[in-house]
């Protein structure tokens, strides 16, 4: 993507989208394990919070418990994980939060991917937003992942890029506030990356969260290289892994049309909540829940 295709991209994510999203089996939030399932069904956890599934890939058993590995994506940074991060280790959980470089698909997911490579035993990747283009193509790059959680997180497929996956959704509101900036390049040349206009930031990106605190996030948000958003994704771990989704319904980013489809199409696990695109800040509780829930499935001694 460059900054002429901006514009194309605004136009693009209010096309229309006629799959259908996902309508499985479910179980509570708040449980720490997810029964075995006779029959499909659905069931409400707590308000606000509604879980359905699609059957996921099965794992091996670890012979340790998994270390959970927490990808921030484009426009924020790794402190988002702060309240999941502080539940998980509360429950005793090795949590690892990487810096995501934001330079584009293949260069982030080899970074993460090392990241992983170096962690002892098995690992649970969770990636948030563009975080889950990267955990997508980092999981086949390292043998000890063994599942995967995307957190209001595009779900790609081989071949597939964030701006291809974005003309596909009718109820987000990223593409006409994206603005582009300049970086220097090693070569001396000159890149493109995005930001989310700040004015719009909150509406955006972060609605249900004071206005206080979106406006220090729109003024240090990390902005994503043009290249990230065009690049096709690689092999999807997600069709060899299970893996979990949390969809926010009020996400005005990515768009919960989107986030269902992809969900849907991954066959994963997948809990609505009512959050914006950052349920990860405004309601770390779900996130975790859905985390020890996947540790539990993953390794269930």
Known sequence: MNPGRIEPLSTSLRTSLTRRSVVGWAAGAAALAVPAISQARTVKSQPGVHMTQSSPASSPAATTAPTVVLVHGAFADASGWAGVINLLQAQGVQTFAPANPLRGVSSDAAYVASAVRQIPGPVLLVGHSYGGVVITNASPQADNVVGLVYVAAFLPD??????ALAEQATDSLLGPNLRPAEYPLPDGSVGHELYIDQAAFHEVFCADLSAEQAAAMAVSQRPGADIG???????????TLPSWAVVATGDMTIGVSGSRLMAERAGAITIEVEASHVVMISQPEVVAETILSALATLDPA
């Open 229 to 239: 958003f065009g690049e096709p994704s690689g092999p999807a771990g997600w069709k």
């Open 158 to 163: 081989e071949g597939e890029s964030v701006q």
